[in-house]
C-alpha cells in the first residue's frame, strides 16, 4: 500500500486477503500478464519497432537514461494517458526493476490492452547487459 500512496495511488478500496494463493485457492478467473527479459526485448527492437513504455519518474528518467524510442508516461499518472499508447499493438513497459513494471502492466491490461509485456529486470537489467540507452 504504501508504494501505491507513493505513485500517487491514495485511493484504495482494499487488499486481498490472504493474498494470491487464497485467490488461486478460490478458483476464481486469473489474469496473466506477459513477461521478457532485456534480452529478448533488445532482439525483438533489432526486427521491428516495438511501442516500448518507460514508467518510471521523470527524474530516474534523466538521471539514469533509458532504452532509445521509449515513451514515458509515469505509472502513477498511467490512466490519465492511456489515449497515449496504442491499444491495439504490443506494448514492452518497463521500470528501474519490475515492480511499477508490473503495476503498469495491470493497469494497461485492466483497460483492454490484450498484447502487454513487463520486461523483467527493467532498466537494471537492460543497462547490465550493455545495451544503449538514451539521455
Not at 41 to 50: D, F, G, N, Q, T
Not at 58 to 74: D, E, K, L, M
Request: hydrophobic share 35%.
Amino acid at each position: 500500500i504504501s508504494q501505491l500512496f507513493r505513485m500517487g495511488y491514495d485511493n484504495i478500496a482494499g487488499i486481498l486477503a490472504g493474498g494470491i494463493g487464497r485467490w488461486y485457492n478460490s478458483s476464481r478467473e486469473i489474469g496473466t500478464i506477459g513477461t521478457c527479459t532485456a534480452r529478448e526485448l533488445k532482439a525483438i527492437c533489432e526486427k521491428s519497432k516495438p511501442f516500448i513504455l518507460d514508467v518510471r519518474n521523470i527524474h530516474n528518467r534523466s538521471a539514469v537514461g533509458y532504452i532509445p524510442g521509449s515513451h514515458h508516461v509515469y505509472a502513477g499518472q498511467l490512466e490519465q494517458h492511456l489515449p497515449e499508447i496504442a491499444v491495439n499493438e504490443p506494448v514492452f513497459v518497463y521500470c528501474e526493476a519490475g515492480n511499477k513494471g508490473s503495476l503498469a502492466s495491470s493497469i494497461l491490461a485492466r483497460h483492454g490492452y490484450r498484447c502487454v509485456t513487463n520486461v523483467l529486470g527493467g532498466m537494471t537489467a537492460w543497462k547490465q547487459a550493455g545495451f544503449p540507452t538514451e539521455s
